[in-house]
């Protein structure tokens, strides 16, 4: 069974840190273009950050290029993305997923709230 | 920054077909993928390639490509259907991810 669980997610405050980890199994992990997508509350899916396969390759959206540092470690099957700086808009639910590939691989979701 | 066209909303009634436009200038160039979200929900592949169709997946649901749109139809609607379903593709590129706004299909 394929499987992908978020975890990180919170409560933090404006200019914070937080580190989103999504462990991934039941497929292989390191044949795919991995992403981070986040869906504000009731709002629309908006795309953040992929990478590629090994990782050397990296794309942001523009909102969020200079704070977060999307990674992986095909090793361990684990997507991270670093978010620092962090803002009241980019509280949403955060999903790791493989957008763009005949699977279409989601996970459930983390939550950030960015709030004082 | 690229962008995709959806329509905010499309209603039919139980067994009609419903469609479901999307629009982008490098659709003619990048496949497009099409996801159905249930509230509450994480979002489920229902067409990928611009029309073919993953396992599970209904055969009511069929994708096309046209120029720059791409239409998501569902045949014979029912009531389960009702959801919001999103495009998504890649900007000219192939580099970025990129979602349409969305269309909420109510089913009336």
């Known amino acids: 069974e394929v499987q992908l669980v978020e975890s990180g997610g919170g409560l933090v405050q404006p200019g914070g840190s937080l580190r989103l980890s999504c462990a991934a199994s039941?497929?292989?992990?390191?044949?795919?273009?991995m992403s981070w997508v986040r869906q504000a509350p009731g709002k629309g899916l908006e795309w953040v950050a992929n990478?590629?396969?090994?990782?050397?390759?990296?794309y942001y959206v523009d909102s969020v290029k200079g704070r977060f540092t999307i990674s992986r470690d095909n090793a361990k099957n684990s997507l991270y993305l670093q978010m620092n700086s962090l803002r009241a808009e980019d509280t949403a639910v955060y999903y790791c997923?493989?957008?763009?590939?005949?699977?279409?691989?989601w996970g459930q979701g983390t939550l950030v709230t960015v709030s004082s | 920054s690229y962008e995709l066209t959806q329509p905010p909303s499309v209603s039919v009634s139980p067994g009609q077909t419903a469609r479901i436009t999307c629009s982008g200038d490098?659709?003619?160039?990048?496949?497009a993928y099409w996801y159905q979200q249930k509230p509450g929900q994480a979002p489920v592949l229902v067409i990928y390639?611009?029309?073919e169709r993953p396992s599970g997946i209904p055969e009511r649901f069929s994708g096309s490509s046209s120029g720059t749109t791409v239409t998501l139809t569902i045949s014979g609607v029912q009531a389960e259907d009702e959801a919001d379903y999103y495009c998504q593709s890649a900007d000219s590129s192939g580099t970025s991810v990129v979602f349409g706004g969305g269309t909420k299909l109510t089913v009336l």
């Open positions: 490098a659709l003619p160039k990048q496949y």
């Open positions: 390639k611009d029309s």
């Open positions: 997923a493989s957008p763009g590939s005949s699977r279409g691989y």
């Open positions: 039941g497929f292989t992990f390191s044949s795919y273009w």
């Open positions: 990478i590629k396969q090994d990782g050397s390759e990296k």
